[in-house]
């Protein structure tokens, strides 16, 4: 899977610009069935098997390319009334986000109640770059931090912002190494430039307080679960740190 190559922040810190809009328009040829070739050889056997399984949960069709396996399930989708929904995959739809959103697309033809505002949580699933670990100046791999679901593009880039501008506490920050506050207002402008951010900035940084008082929250929520590790993070104070961090940021300015 093709991998944009990272940009620098001012800093030197190294960043990828995700993409916070759906990357490609969608090929409706891709959601068609195909059509029936007047030529085609009749299977009614292999259409009998498929409908004997029809209540099981996958039906698989595995045979070698050429031996009609497009036509034989399009054949099949002609001949009954099952509602179906059709995606031809290309080598594009190895990018997850992108088969994400061409799979929900087709979907909707037989599901309307699948709302197209579904596919803005899909770029909170992507790697971002505080999940990157990276060694001798190459990308090693990422590690995923955080209890992880899908999530709208301006909560997932608050994070970012959080920890890469860094937004976070200076009690925390500080120790780490970070000292230099007075130009965090132009780190945070060139990040959101960067990730092509259309918004407000200054109504950005409400949303980074409500993200760092939900991780706040998270951590509290899941340690009263009796999770361990959770707790711990308590009693070492990361979920007062993420308050103090909302807190500081009442008196940031743009």
């Given amino acids: 899977m093709a991998r944009s190559e990272p940009e620098l922040m001012e800093g030197g810190e190294q960043t990828n610009q995700l993409p916070l809009v759906q990357r490609e328009p969608l090929l409706r040829t891709k959601l068609f069935v195909p059509p029936i070739r007047p030529n085609r050889v009749s299977r009614p056997r292999l259409i009998e098997q498929i409908n004997k399984g029809l209540d099981k949960a996958l039906i698989l069709i595995s045979a070698p390319a050429g031996y009609g396996k497009t036509t034989l399930v399009s054949s099949w989708l002609h001949e009954t009334e099952v509602p179906s929904a059709w995606l031809s995959l290309d080598e594009g739809d190895n990018d997850p986000i992108r088969f994400l959103q061409n799979f929900i697309a087709a979907l909707q033809k037989i599901i309307p109640a699948i709302q197209p505002d579904m596919l803005s949580v899909l770029p909170g699933m992507q790697p971002a770059p505080y999940n990157a670990v990276w060694r001798n100046g190459s990308l090693a791999g990422f590690i995923d931090w955080e209890m992880s679901a899908p999530v709208t593009r301006d909560w997932d880039l608050a994070h970012v912002a959080f920890s890469w501008v860094p937004l976070h506490a200076r009690s925390v920050v500080e120790p780490e190494g970070f000292t230099d506050f007075d130009r965090r207002s132009a780190r945070l ?48 104070g990361h979920a007062d740190d993420c308050e103090r961090a909302a807190a500081e940021l009442d008196d940031f300015s743009l």
């Fill in 189 to 236: 402008r060139r990040l959101l430039a960067r990730y092509r951010w259309d918004g407000d900035a200054a109504d950005f940084i409400g949303t980074v307080q409500a993200r760092a008082l939900s991780m706040a929250s998270g951590l509290r929520e899941l340690a009263q679960t009796g999770d361990r590790d959770a707790a711990r993070l308590v009693r070492e």
